[in-house]
């Protein structure tokens, strides 16, 4: 059996000040890539998950080449890459804009394709090139397994997976509280199986385009259930992670901006009192000329403006709760861990 702790860690990162006018208001530490990995075009760093003691960060090839996991090791400062393959062994040319683990699954977000299970089993260590994706530095693969598409029921519009991250099993969006969700009807609709492992998901949107929030039963790297509408989201969002009784959304605002996170407001969120208070917050309702619409968006749900890198992009909470984004634009690239 592979184990992520198994792969060798070739590259060295590097602990990063704090600088808020790039890290975001919120940011409380960062690391920075090597210096090839911070400066390169072709290479965009987008999804996010914790797996254990590995932080996991997936990159996709704007050269369509492929797409590749960074296994972490904050502690030591240490990481590799890891080219994902499909099934027959090609480079999966995904954007692979989220990442999930769950129990040594890891799902892969493909867009409009759906979602890929990938199993840590099938982390080849072996050394060896990757076709298509020459290297200095070859190392390990990772094959993907099976590619999901569960579509909304009752919706012609097929389901863009553009961003993940994982519920626990238990975790739902009905718990009783004051609070209004930051996205609306989320609070309205339980689980139907409360004990079961959620995958969340939604879509980037602009001009438009449609910005679902939607959950996914899943078990085994199989889906066991609908995929259930959750709510619509603001414009622009990069990544989602559950906050209390709700959602936590990230969205972008270009190369040169901070981004922005949204989370509900009220007596769910006392353990974020430093961020509002630090992130310039202010309720929906609030927020005077200028300030860019969230539509469907609950009324108290509150926006953290420039809270949030240059760049923001997926968006996970680790063991302990604790909120972790990365960010994507050359020479401002990093993994930011946030206040909330």
């Known amino acids: 059996m592979s184990s992520l702790l198994d792969v060798p860690l070739t590259r060295r990162m590097h602990r990063l000040p704090v600088v808020r006018l790039v890290h975001g208001r919120a940011a409380q530490r960062a690391w920075s890539w090597d210096l090839r990995d ?3 075009r072709e290479w965009w760093p987008q999804g996010i998950t914790w797996a254990g003691e590995r932080l996991l960060v997936s990159w996709y090839s704007r050269r369509g080449v492929g797409s590749r996991v960074s296994v972490v090791d904050l502690v030591a400062r240490r990481y590799a890459h890891v080219p994902l393959l499909t099934p027959d062994g090609e480079p999966l040319r995904v954007h692979a804009g989220g990442l999930a683990w769950d129990d040594g699954w890891l799902y892969v977000a493909a867009t409009a394709r ?3 299970a990938l199993h840590v089993d ?3 260590l072996a050394v060896e090139e990757v076709a298509q994706q020459p290297s200095r530095d070859p190392g390990p693969t990772w094959r993907a397994r099976t590619l999901h598409r569960p579509a909304l029921p009752g919706s012609d ?4 997976w553009s961003f993940l991250d994982l519920a626990p099993a238990g975790w739902s969006s009905s718990v009783e509280t004051t609070s209004a969700p930051a996205v609306e009807g989320v609070a309205q609709q ?3 199986n409360p004990g079961a492992t959620q995958l969340l998901a ?3 949107g602009r001009g438009g385009k449609s ?3 939607a959950r996914l039963e899943i078990s085994d790297g199989q889906p066991s259930g609908d995929l259930e509408l959750l709510g619509e989201g603001p414009a622009g969002m990069q990544g989602v992670t559950r906050y209390a009784d709700g959602l936590v959304v990230s969205t972008s605002a270009g190369p040169w901006t901070r981004g922005d996170v949204h989370m509900p407001a009220g007596r769910s969120t006392r353990g974020a009192d430093e961020l509002l208070v630090e992130s310039g917050i202010q309720r929906l309702a609030e927020q005077g000329h200028g300030a860019t619409p969230a ?4 009324p108290e749900s509150r926006r953290s403006r420039r809270a949030a890198p240059v760049g923001v992009e997926d968006l996970t909470r680790d063991a302990l709760g604790r909120l972790w984004t990365v960010s994507e634009h050359p020479g401002w690239r990093a993994i930011v861990q946030l206040k909330g």
């Open 157 to 160: 519009q097929p389901f863009r």
């Open 114 to 116: 759906g979602f890929w």
């Open 211 to 213: 910005t679902r929030l």
């Open 122 to 124: 099938d982390l080849d």
């Open 38 to 40: 911070q400066l390169t």
């Open 295 to 298: 539509p469907a968006t609950g």
């Open 202 to 204: 939604g879509e980037y």
């Open 190 to 192: 339980p689980s139907r």
